[in-house]
C-alpha cells in the first residue's frame, strides 16, 4: 500500500511562487520516478516536470520558470513553481512509479492539488 500526499496548492498573484510537495509512504520498495501533472477543467492532463534519477523533464512552457526536485530520504518530490501565470490555474496531480515488492511497479497518483493564479 502506497500514498501520496500532496500540499503547497492555493492562490497566487499572477508573477508569484509557490511550492509543491508530495510525499510517498506505504511499503516502497523503490522509487522509479516522481513528476507533476496538470489538468485545467475541460483540458486533457499534461505532464509538467519529471525527476527519474538524476534525470529531469520539463513541460516546454514551465522550463526556466519551475525546478523539479526530489529528497529522497524522505521519498518526497518538490515543484518549485516561479513567475506563475493565469492560464497555468489548474488541478495539479502528483505522480510516481514505484516499486512494492519483487520486481513489481505501479503508477500511483495523489489526490491532487488547486493551483489558482490570479491575473
Known amino acids: 500500500q502506497v500514498q501520496l500526499v500532496e500540499s503547497g496548492g492555493g492562490l497566487v498573484q499572477a508573477g508569484g511562487s509557490l511550492r509543491l510537495s508530495c510525499a510517498a509512504s506505504g511499503s516502497i520498495v523503490r522509487i522509479n520516478y516522481m513528476g507533476w501533472y496538470r489538468q485545467a477543467p475541460g483540458k486533457q492532463r499534461e505532464l509538467v516536470a519529471r525527476?527519474?534519477?538524476?534525470?529531469?523533464n520539463y513541460a516546454d512552457s514551465v522550463k526556466g520558470r519551475f525546478t523539479i526536485s526530489r529528497d529522497n530520504a524522505k521519498n518526497t518530490v518538490y515543484l518549485q513553481m516561479n513567475s506563475l501565470k493565469p492560464e497555468e490555474t489548474a488541478a495539479y496531480y502528483c505522480?510516481?512509479?514505484?516499486?512494492?515488492?519483487?520486481?513489481?511497479?505501479?503508477?500511483?497518483w495523489g489526490q491532487g492539488t488547486q493551483v489558482t493564479v490570479s491575473s
Open positions: 525527476i527519474s534519477g538524476g534525470l529531469t
Open positions: 505522480n510516481a512509479q514505484i516499486q512494492v515488492y519483487g520486481s513489481i511497479s505501479y503508477e500511483y
